[in-house]
C-alpha cells in the first residue's frame, strides 16, 4: 500500500510538473545552440537566407542557431529529421516548398505529413529564373520555346531534385508550353549549377539569390522570368507571361518550422524575433538585394500557407501537370 500510495504522489506530482517545467524550458529558451536544418545542399537560395537569419537570430537569442544541411530526396531527408525530432525546439527546419511538395508526390506512403510540423513563421518568396548556358541559341523566352519545339529531347533542364520547387516550376512550364526536355534532378541548387555553368546541362530554373554571382560572372545567362510581373532585382528581365506564356508562374519560399507538439512560447519566442529580424535595415537591404519579397507574420498565417500550397500540388496532380511517382 505504501509503493501505491507513493507511485500515485509521483503520478500526481508528474502531471501537474509536466507544464511547469514546459514554461521554464520556453522561459529560458534557448539555452543551448540550435539545430536548423537545410534541406539542401550550401550554395543554395534557402542556404543563403538560413545564414543571413541564423547570424541574426543567434545575436538577438543568445545562443547559436547552426545551419545544418542535409540535401537530397528534393527535401525530404532533411524535413524527415525534423518531424521525428524532440518538440524542444532545438531542432528546427528551414522549410521551403519541398516538404509540401513531397508528401503528395510520392508514390509510396510519405514518412512524414504537414500535421508533423509546426510552423513559426513566413520568412518571404522569391521567383524563379530560367538560366541558361551562354552557348544556348535562344536569348528571350520567345526564342525559349521555339528552340526547344524544334529539338524535343535534346536539351537537359536541372532542377534540385525530384518535389523541388525547381522541379515543380519545369513541370508548369512543361504544361504551358507543351515542350520536351530532360529533367536531370540533382541532390540540391549548387551542384545544378556547376553543371550548368560546365554545360553539362542547358537549362534550369533557379533564383537570383543562388545564381547571381555565376550572371555577374557570365557563365550563366538568365532568359526570363516566372512571376506575374517583372522582378524587382531582375527589372530588365522579361517574365515569361510578357510572351504569353501562361499558367506558369513559379516561385520558392522560405520559412521556419519545428516538430509538431513544440511549445507554444518557444513558437512565440522564435516568431517574435525573427519577425524583428526581418525588420532591421540591413536584413531587409540584402533580402530585397536578392529579389526576395519579404512577409513575416504570425505562425497560422504561415500554416495557412503551408496548407494551401500543399492542396496546390495535389491539384496539379490530379490534373496530371505533375506526375506522382
Known amino acids: 500500500m505504501k509503493l501505491l500510495n507513493q507511485a500515485l504522489t509521483f503520478a500526481f506530482i508528474s502531471l501537474f510538473a509536466i507544464p511547469v517545467f514546459g514554461q521554464n524550458a520556453a522561459k529560458d529558451y534557448p539555452a543551448k545552440s540550435v539545430r536548423w536544418i537545410v534541406t539542401f545542399t550550401p550554395g543554395a ?27 537530397g530526396a528534393g527535401g525530404l531527408i532533411g524535413a524527415e529529421i525534423v518531424s ?20 503528395p508526390l510520392m508514390a509510396m506512403k510519405a514518412p512524414y505529413s504537414l500535421d508533423d510540423f509546426a510552423p513559426i513563421v513566413y520568412f518571404g518568396y522569391t521567383p524563379l529564373i530560367v538560366a541558361a548556358h551562354p552557348s544556348f541559341p535562344a536569348k528571350t ?11 524535343p529531347g535534346k536539351y537537359a533542364w536541372g532542377s534540385s531534385g525530384n518535389g523541388s520547387s ?25 551542384p545544378a549549377l ?20 555565376q550572371v555577374k560572372a557570365g557563365r550563366v545567362k538568365i532568359l526570363a522570368v516566372a512571376s506575374a510581373k517583372r522582378s524587382q532585382g531582375l527589372p530588365e528581365v522579361p517574365t515569361l507571361a510578357e510572351f504569353g506564356i501562361k499558367d506558369a508562374e513559379a516561385v520558392t519560399w522560405f520559412g521556419m518550422a519545428a516538430p509538431a507538439k513544440t511549445p507554444r512560447a518557444i513558437i512565440d519566442k522564435l516568431n517574435t524575433a525573427s519577425n524583428k529580424v526581418l ?26 500557407f503551408m496548407k494551401k500550397e500543399a492542396e496546390r500540388v495535389k491539384q496539379l496532380i490530379k490534373a496530371g501537370v505533375i506526375k506522382k511517382g
Not at 536584413?283 to 500554416?303: A, C, M, S, W, Y
Open 141 to 151: 523566352p520567345k526564342e525559349l520555346i521555339a528552340t526547344l519545339k524544334a529539338n
Open 279 to 304: 525588420a532591421m535595415p540591413d536584413v531587409k537591404k540584402r533580402l530585397e538585394e536578392n529579389d526576395v519579397d519579404i512577409q513575416g507574420g504570425t505562425p497560422e498565417e504561415f500554416g495557412r
Open 84 to 103: 521525428i525530432a524532440q518538440p524542444d525546439g532545438y531542432t528546427l527546419l528551414f522549410t521551403n516548398p519541398a516538404p509540401n511538395i513531397n508528401a
Open 166 to 190: 525547381l522541379h515543380i516550376g519545369l513541370a508548369l512550364f512543361q504544361g504551358a508550353t507543351g515542350v520536351n526536355v530532360i529533367h536531370i534532378p540533382y541532390k540540391g541548387t549548387a
Open 194 to 213: 556547376l553543371d550548368l555553368v560546365s554545360g553539362q546541362i542547358q537549362l534550369m530554373y533557379t533564383t537570383k539569390v543562388s545564381s547571381d554571382g
Open 45 to 71: 537560395s534557402n542556404d543563403i537566407v538560413a545564414r543571413l537569419m541564423a547570424g541574426k537570430l543567434s545575436e538577438m537569442l543568445g545562443q547559436q542557431f547552426i545551419v545544418d544541411n542535409r540535401g
